[in-house]
T-cell receptor, first 111, second 116 residues
Framework: GQQLNQSPQSMFIQEGEDVSMNCTSS?????WLWYKQDPGEGPVLLIA?????ELTSNGRLTAQFGITRKDSFLNISASIPSDVGIYFC???????????FGGGTRVLVKP | DTGVSQNPRHKITKRGQNVTFRCDPI?????LYWYRQTLGQGPEFLTY????????KSRLLSDRFSAERPKGSFSTLEIQRTEQGDSAMYLC??????????????FGAGSRLTVL
């Protein structure tokens, strides 16, 4: 079945740094969604992408839907401590609006 | 409306016991979803309802699991004869059926199950 691979699996950030993560799929997507999950909470939608090549921003977050429709990246600019968490990419299936999630990128603060 | 509410937030039980989780979705949302999330993984789809009808069940939903949404509002997820492998976070989400919110699933904070 469809697989979503996220990289890196984890990363350390220092306040003020820009960070980038990506997601690749074994099949073509129609919708890319990026979620963030804080410890002990459910995922929260950050950005939704609906068209190949689409570039969308939400504050310090920017995400792009790859031209091949098989990948997407998420950038965080000028990171702050509250950016710590797990970031998931997800595919939205039109039938029933079911989500398939990637394994996540865990963002941690540099000690 | 304060969003999707799940209870209990944490449940510790002994193997073989039955547990039930409740989800109260956003009031105007027709669709309600259950997902399971194990440590270090993304959430996995279990089942979803449109109003009171259960429209799809994943292969992950063994016969020990049953979900209901009797009046098309809140939903319950029951696990019978729990096993240690059932330990996970059980997430509920809801969405509108139509309009601009139809593609947006709003998740609850989850119910964490630990089976000893």
């Amino acid at each position: 079945g469809q697989q979503l691979n996220q990289s890196p699996q984890s990363m350390f950030i220092q306040e003020g740094e820009d960070v980038s993560m990506n997601c690749t799929s074994s099949s073509i997507f129609n919708t890319w969604l990026w979620y963030k999950q804080d410890p002990g909470e459910g995922p929260v939608l950050l950005i939704a992408l609906y068209k190949a090549g689409e570039l969308t921003s939400n504050g310090r977050l920017t995400a792009q839907f790859g031209i091949t429709r098989k990948d997407s990246f998420l950038n965080i600019s000028a990171s702050i401590p509250s950016d710590v968490g797990i970031y998931f990419c997800a595919d939205l299936k039109a039938a029933g609006n079911k989500l398939t999630f990637g394994g996540g990128t865990r963002v941690l603060v540099k000690p | 409306d304060t969003g999707v509410s799940q209870n209990p937030r944490h449940k510790i039980t002994k193997r073989g016991q039955n547990v039930t989780f409740r989800c109260d979705p956003i009031s105007e949302h027709n669709r309600l979803y259950w997902y399971r999330q194990t440590l270090g993984q993304g959430p996995e789809f279990l089942t979803y309802f449109q109003n009171e009808a259960q429209l799809e069940k994943s292969r992950l939903l063994s016969d020990r699991f049953s979900a209901e949404r009797p009046k098309g509002s809140f939903s319950t997820l029951e696990i019978q004869r729990t096993e240690q492998g059932d330990s996970a976070m059980y997430l509920c989400a809801s969405s509108a059926l139509r309009g601009s919110g139809a593609n947006v699933l709003t998740f609850g904070a989850g119910s964490r199950l630990t089976v000893l």
